[in-house]
Each structure stands twice: as structure tokens, then as C-alpha cells.
């Protein structure tokens, strides 16, 4: 008790040598842990998110930049494939294709324009509001309603693509009809609506006022369309009749489509009808992909690991070079107790519980810590893999 | 009190070395010690506390034969029969005046801290004149108080044998006058023997005997 009472009082008296050894400490301690638990967790959020795709199909070309594009929204733009791809996979009956279109954003999050059946697929609930019924509807992630502070019967206006596309297409102002649940996923980063109100986004769809009245038919006089005639910028129950697309459907664009295979023999039939590399289009398993750029990190990972095993050796190495000195500055004080009648064990008793508090302050810092981290791991690793979108 | 007979003592290194052939005192007696310095009167306070083992002779405080005693005996025995005074105090810069006074209770099992102590602590220190500055940490207190502090320290165990370092050393003319009358009339209180190493010629006189290292003759006229 009294060793107890003595090396607070060292500790309590000598605070700022102590707060700088204890954070040294618990910094040695917790980086290390911290660092693992938020690596794991990102492998695990990674690898889950992969293996929860079972193939994906798009435009040739880069499978990490299509998988990263259509699995984290992320800012990749990989060649669009055309939705007559979507058709394909449809009149296939192998498997259910989800369409994505990744373009656009709005408030600095993606706008990902898809079908009804991605909310099934990523099992997305609702925390408030509908889903996505009406053209122009949006459904956005529970981050971006935490982060812009908007929820449902509110809008989000699509930022323009190019500041300085003048003749370019008009922003569209889309109503929010649902928030969803937080999944520390990217979808709770995501701005979610129909992909039709996307293609409207990327004009391929407008919608204006009449450009012939029943007055002019009856008239028989001629119509003229031109730049005054108003399009609408934001689809409303009165103008969503007016709303059509030109051309044809099977030649508008997606940035990748989600293949959900009925079974492993449509999985591997569909595999097969993409293997011919002049193909244009190329249909690959994302946990693979994800696999791979894993394996790659942590590559990575285990040179930071020698690294930071090195720091902490040499940090280690600097807290006991502070807690000797500081028994050198201590002799007088150990002669004293000597001579006073305390036995030598008392002494190195007295010591030890001041090493021993302060690394268990430490401790119990870190330990606090790497809890912290641990418990919002799926958070903050959610919000890491978000900052590539 | 003290029989100290035939005791030599080397220390491991250097080619000095320390011979008593006799010094004896009185219960209750004050002596003190002179000579130059690396004349052994430091060593001679050590051995007669048990910190050094002499290399041959005898030792006896308070009737115990020290250098027949087991290390942990004689640290037993020193930390309920003898008190300290340092030159330098040797205060604990981080605990407070009223805790340096308890500093032996708390370093050695022998000494049991209770009610009595406290109230022990509270009169030393009224004695002393330090009482209203018992919360204070020892950079807050003046040099006299500081070592007053000490020879509270040194007396609060109640021990048959004061050993004093240079007690005055540190301290101006004024100071070191109030602080041996200080010391003398807390050993007399406490009917404690006081052995002194001095270099102050002008407190011998105070003393009732003092030894002369530099030839090991007794000064009788101090």
C-alpha cells in the first residue's frame, strides 16, 4: 500500500514527465492494434462486399476500375456497356441482371441509377419514407442524409458534369422519397434512382412543354421547336407525361450490371459466353478482384508491419532509456531510503510500481482505444472505402 | 550507548582506510566529530548505523552488536533505533513536508504508521516551528525549514541514536545556531545521544566531547 502510495504521489507530482511516458506507451501500444483492426475489418468489408457480387458485367477494360465503379461507386468511369446487354442476360433466363449507372453525383455523393431489384439483392431497408416508384424519385444512403441534413420531402439537385458545358444538360432537381437504413456499406453513401432518371440526368430524356396545342392541329398550322421551348427540370406528377427518351432503349448506356446467376451451372454457362476476348463486354466474379487488390495490400501491410515494429522497438527503446534516467536522477532518493532502514526489495518494489502504474495507464489507454476502434471499425472502414468515390 | 572497539575499514577501492581503536558514548551524550575531509568521519557514521560492514572490530549501539546482525537486521534495527540529519536534507521533492517527515514508515515494514505517529508529528512540528507548512512540498520551504523538516523526520521514530551529517552545513550563521539548539533540545526531549560530523568549529562548543579526526585525539577543551 505504501509502494502504492509512494509512486503515485512520484507520478502525480512529476505529471507532465508521466502524461508524456504514459502517451508514448499507450501510443506504442494502440497504433499497432488499431492498425490491425481497421485493416481486418477493411479486408473483411472488402471481401464481403465481393463476395456478395456474384459476377458483374461491363464494358472490357479494367476489371479493378469496373468492380470498384460498380461495387464502391467510386470515381473509375470504366467504358459504359449498352443496356441491350441487360436484355441479353434477361431472355437468358440464366440469371437476374441489376443495371447500375454510376455518372452522376449530387452534394458530393454518387447518384447510382438502378432497377427496384438492387434493394432486394443488398437486403436495403427503409428508416423512413418509400422506395423508388415515380421518375425523378430518389432514395438516398443513411450517410448522405446525415450529411447533408436531408431527409424525406426534400430535394436533391445533379451537379453538373462540366462547369463549362453551357449547352449542356440542365440539372435535374429529384425529390427524396425514402432514407434507408445504415449498412456501413457504400450504399449508405449512395443517392439512389431509377436508371431512367439517370439517362434523364445524362439528357438522353427530357421532358418539355408541348411544342403542338390541340389549337395548332385544329389550326393545321405547322410546329416549330426550339430552344424556347421550357424543358422541365424537375419531374412532377403534372409533366412526367411529357418525359420520353429518344432512341432506342438497348443502346442507352450503364456503367455495369450485377448478374445474380439462378445456380452455379447458369453461373458458369453465362462465364463462358464472355470468355472470347472479342467480346467487348466481359463478366467477372468481384470477390476475385477484391481478392486479388487484398492480397495486394497486404503485401503492403507486412512491410508496414516491419516498420512499425521497428518504430515501436525504437520507441520502446526511448521510454526505457526515460524511466532508467530517471532511476539514475532517483539514487539520492534510493540512498536516503537505504539509510532510513527500507530494504532493497522495498526499493525495486517502489520502482516497479511506477513502471508497472504507468504502463498499466497506458494499457488500459490503449485498450480503451483499440475498444473504440473496434467498436466503430465498421464505420470508419465504411467511411474510409467511401473516400475513393 | 555506543562501544565502538579495534574497528578497521577499507573501502574496495582507493588506499584509504579507516582505524577506531575505541570510541565509546553515553546515553543521552553529545559528541561531534572533526577533521578534514576523506578523513573517514562520514565512513565512521555509516558503521555505526550498520550501512557498512567493517572489515574487522565491533560495533555496539544500544546494547545490539551491529556487525553481528544480518543485513535485514540491521536495517530492522536501524530504522527503529537511529535517526538521520543530511547535509542536504535529502527531502523528497514530491511529497509534501508532512509525508517527508513520514518517509521511514512508509519504506520499512518494521515501523507501523498509526494514530500516535500523527499526533507525534503534529507536536515535532510544532517544536520545530514548521507546523503551518506541513502541506508544503519542499521547494516551497526555505532552507532552515527545510532542514528542520529533517530533523523531524529524524526524530518522529523515536530512536535511541540521532546521527547528524554536516546538519548545518547548508545553512547561514543565523539558521545554523536556531537549528542545532533545535536538534539538541529535540534529542534531550527524546533523551536521544547525538553523534555529530561537523566542519563548524564554532558549534563545537556546544558539544560535550568532540573527536578530532585529523589525529584521532579527543578534544578536550572544545
Redo the contacts between chains.
Sequence with gaps: M?TL??AF??L???WARSLVLVIAAALILFVPVATQILLSTSQTALIARGEATPLLLGSRGSQLDLTMAALYFSNERPDPIAMREVDTIWDSNLAVPIPLHTAFSSGGFRIVGTSLDYFDFRDLTFSDGRGLSLLGDAVIGAAVADALGKGVGDTLVSSPENLFDLDGVYPLEMPIVGVLEATNTPDDQAIFVDIKTAWVIQGIGHGHEDVVTAADIAAGSEALANASVVQFQRITPENIESFHFHGSQGDFPATAVIVVPADTRSATILKGRYLDSENPSQLIEPASVIQGLVDRIFRIKSLLDVVTAIVAVAALAAVGLAVFLSYRLRA??I?????????RG??LR?LAAETVTLLFISGCIAAIGAALVARNADTWVGWLLSLGA | MISVENVSFAYGTGDFRLNVPRLSMQSGERLAIVGPSGSGKTTLLNLV?G?LSPDSGRIVVAGKDVTALTD?ER??????H?G?V?Q?F?L????PAL?NIL?????????KLDQAVRERVEVLAEACGIRDKLDR?PNELSQGEQQRVAICRALVTQPKLILSDEATGNLDPESKGRILDLLFEQASEAGATLLAVTHDHELLPRFERVIDFADYREVADA
Excluded at chain 1, 540512498?335 to 530494504?343: I, S
Aim: aromatic residues 18%.
Design positions: 505504501n502510495y509512494l504521489a512520484y502525480r507530482y512529476h539520492k532518493e540512498a536516503t531510503a537505504v539509510k532510513l532502514g527500507a530494504r522495498m526499493v517502489l | 548505523a550501512i535485514t536495517r530492522q534495527f536501524r530504522a527503529s537511529i538521520f543530511f542536504d535529502a523528497l521533492d514530491y511529497l509525508q518517509y521511514p514508515y512508509r519504506v520499512t515494514p518494521a515501523l512540498h
